[in-house]
């Protein structure tokens, strides 16, 4: 049996019966070659987007595939390769330090580059999509593809990885294309705001601003186990918003392009009350409600608890159903 405690950000503490980690892609293929791993199996990034809700019976697969290498570069470009294994906000340091245009909004996102292209990790009005070129894959039988940009059926926090029938496909490197022409995205939230604390707009002082807001709002996994985001932010109807309006003018709101709304969850959960409440060792982050935390020794059912009790409120509030945008392991 192996712990995972240091693989779940949630500090949950469960077993895998095996747990294997490759360095390469040779070493992935030679693995299945050898082991021929059979399910259940799972493969997992940083574990910071899981909740397990007991010991995992299988096989748990993580990639160590390391290395950022520059493909091809021009005055206005940069195509990267990066291994599915490189910690996200590294490879945004790296892009920072060297004057690349990009992912900087995408600071302090805690995970790995290959689960970044699966879950299309999105921050301060940019999502990892908007920067992936092509995702190279292996599967369970060593099967290698590369799906390009268009093949990744990007959504809000979803893509084909994410399907069941792809269970078996592991990402082993990621290639971003990112600018070297200065072209930032400031208009979410208090970002230009706070950036007139700044003397000069540069990536750097943008990537600052980012953190600092982050971590003004969102718990600190090391200090207090949590997954960010628990829920993803509901979409709705234009009639269902128009309702909801009349009845709460202050609610913040973004409109989409196909006559629908997305309602921030955070927003939903504080107005029924949960802001900072818990329920057993589980709670809702008191500075933003959208994100759970484990109040120490807390259990997968312990979260689920509070997470349906959450979504109980919201529901019988505001008819709204709100789903988890953490991985439920069970
Ligand atoms: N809000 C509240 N109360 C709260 C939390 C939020 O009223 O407790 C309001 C805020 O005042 C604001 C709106 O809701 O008007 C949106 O809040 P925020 O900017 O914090 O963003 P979010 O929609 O709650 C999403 C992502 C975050 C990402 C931020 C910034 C999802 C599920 N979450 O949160 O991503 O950092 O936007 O772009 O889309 C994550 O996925 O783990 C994550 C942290």
């Given amino acids: 049996m192996y712990s995972l405690l240091s693989h779940n950000t949630f500090g949950i503490d469960v077993y895998a019966s095996r747990f294997l980690e490759y360095s390469s892609t040779d070493e992935l293929k030679w693995l299945i070659a050898r082991e021929g791993i059979t399910a259940p199996f799972l493969h997992i990034g940083g574990g910071s ?24 570069e021009t005055e206005r470009d940069v195509l990267v390769r990066v291994g599915a294994g490189v910690v996200w ?67 809000y926090r979803d893509s084909v990885f994410k399907r069941p029938e792809n269970k078996s496909v592991f990402v082993t490197h990621v290639c971003f294309l990112l600018g070297k022409e200065e072209r930032y995205v400031l208009d979410y939230g208090t970002v230009r705001k706070e950036l007139e604390k700044y003397p000069s707009l540069t990536l750097r002082n943008v990537r600052q601003v980012i953190v600092d807001i982050r971590k003004s709002k969102l718990p600190d996994p090391k200090v207090q186990g949590n997954a960010g985001s628990f829920f993803m932010n509901p979409v709705v109807s234009k009639e269902k918003f128009e309702a909801l309006r009349s009845a709460y003018p202050q609610m913040p709101y973004y409109e989409l392009s196909d006559a629908k709304v997305k309602i921030p969850a955070g927003w939903l959960i504080e107005q029924c009350g949960w802001k900072g409440k818990s329920l057993g060792p589980a709670a809702v982050h008191d500075k933003q409600a959208l994100v759970l935390v484990n109040l120490g020794g807390a259990k997968g059912s312990d979260i689920i608890a509070l997470s349906d009790a959450v979504r109980a409120s919201v529901r019988e509030l505001f008819g709204i159903e709100i789903h988890p945008e953490v991985n439920i392991i069970s």
């Fill in 49 to 72: 987007n899981l909740l397990f809700t007991g010991d995992y019976n299988g096989v748990v697969l993580h990639s160590r595939i390391g290395g950022i290498e520059v493909l091809r």
């Fill in 89 to 155: 906000d590294d490879f945004v340091v790296y892009c920072v330090e060297h004057g690349w245009y990009g992912v900087e909004n995408l600071s302090l996102i805690p995970g790995e580059v290959g689960a970044s292209a699966v879950q299309n990790i999105g921050a301060y009005g940019v999502e990892a999509k908007d920067r992936i070129v092509s995702v190279e894959t292996i599967d369970i039988h060593g099967k290698e593809r590369v799906y390009a940009v268009d093949e990744c059926e990007y959504a």
